[in-house]
């Protein structure tokens, strides 16, 4: 892929058929794995991701233990078949920095208060990569935080926004994100509109900054209906089968 690629065209038509407002295509799924105190998968267009939530449970290692309040530990990591080149597996930088950027995210919201010297783990697989993985990480996080009835004053939506061609663009795909001007990954709290997360990666102005918030906000208030369409949807479920098991009995 040339670096010369036209990424959006003089129609503002994106590589994939996208406005510059348009996310990609989003899909969450509520309580997907029955071993996990919680959990939840995502696809943001071609990201598929896999959050699982266990505790609050005891702190280890111990030395973390906070005597006030609880502790999210998160731990991403990307799929050594995630990627077009295998990645190498394992813990490296850039997942040291995705975990404790989407811990500190999720620590807002987690009651941590309720549960002194406990450690709530939180898991993010992610098995297909194409851009904004952190973002729907964290968005599959908090689901699977909600789905394992941890208490938070809201979930966390997060989804990216960013430059490329000149444009500036929601949700960026990998080649706008790999040969595009800025990448500013963001996560709300959509009853506050408190920012979570907000990381940039590359150059903007101080008007496409702004823009950039505008049209990820907007992407993660879209987020946000489809976390809490996606938990309704469990829940019902989960009633219809405790209705059929009182029929049977
Ligand atoms: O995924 P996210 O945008 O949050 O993070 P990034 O560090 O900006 O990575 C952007 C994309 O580059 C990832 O989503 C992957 O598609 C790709 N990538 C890769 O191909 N190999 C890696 N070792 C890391 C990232």
Known sequence: MSKEMVLVDDKGKRIDGRTSEESREIKIEAGVLKNADGSAYVEIGKNKVLAAVYGPRECHPRHLQNPTKAIVQCKYNMQAYSVDDRKRPGTDRRSIEISKIVSEALENVVLTGLYPRASIDVYIEILQANAG????????????????????????ASMAAGKADGHVLLDLNKEEDNFGEADVPMAIVPSTGEIVLLQMDGNMTREEFDRAIEL?????????????????RRYSAEEAEEEDDSDEQ
Do not use: N
């Open 216 to 232: 990820g906000v907007g992407g993660c208030k879209k987020i946000y209906e489809l976390q809490k369409d996606a938990l309704k």
């Open 133 to 156: 993985t952190r973002c729907a990480g964290l968005t599959a996080a908090s689901v699977a935080l909600a789905d394992a009835g941890i208490p938070m004053k809201d979930i966390v």
